[in-house]
């Protein structure tokens, strides 16, 4: 698996496809139509290939910013930003992805469009329903992926517990670690 999907909703996945997007390099895991078709598949959005072609890349890149800025303004209160908004409203405007039935089973092909389409319409659905006011950054630093926060409490702080959430709890054990070692042995 090339891709990671630690939030289990589509669109939020698809946000996080450009890792610790603060850093000065941060890390773009849609750099080619292979990369993106691969994203498609491991995502569950479609069972075969999309056949992405760059301008399909160019086009999801665009799709997965302007999700982004709606989130993040969705996330701090902010008025959203009519380009953002204009761009995912396009895409979710073109026909989604539609499962097939055969004597095999269930199969979903789909264009690119119709893939992006999809990640659209789950960003609407989000959005625009009430998960919107769960909506939370994970706090390691560094990451920047966002997710709904469906926690007893709303207390959770990471994106996942099995990537993030260890990487903290074990650097907090470190550090406490770490500092029980300074303390002198007639202080304890």
Excluded at 75 to 90: P, W
Aim: overall charge positive; charged content about 30%; some cysteine.
């Amino acid at each position: 698996m090339d891709h990671a999907f630690p939030c289990g909703d589509i669109s939020l996945d698809f946000v996080g496809t450009l890792r610790a997007r603060r850093d000065e390099s941060p890390l773009e895991m849609l750099t080619s139509p292979a990369q993106l078709d691969s994203w498609f598949t491991e995502s569950g959005i479609v069972d075969g290939e999309t056949s992405s072609r760059p301008v399909d890349v160019t086009a999801a890149v665009a799709l997965r910013e302007a999700i982004y800025d709606l989130v993040t303004a969705r996330m701090t209160s902010k008025a959203y930003d009519q380009t953002a908004l204009s761009l995912v409203n396009d895409a979710a405007r073109k026909p989604s992805v539609i499962p097939q039935l055969s004597r095999k089973g269930r199969r979903t092909e789909a264009t690119p469009a119709q893939a992006l389409s999809t990640v659209a319409r789950d960003a609407i659905n989000i959005l625009g329903g009430p998960e919107a006011a769960l909506l939370k950054e994970c706090s390691r630093p560094g990451c920047t992926q966002t997710y709904i926060d469906t926690s007893r409490g709303r207390r959770r702080e990471w994106c996942a517990m099995e990537t993030c959430g260890n990487k903290m709890k074990a650097a907090a054990y470190r550090a406490r670690k770490r500092d029980e070692s300074r303390v002198p042995a007639t202080a304890r």
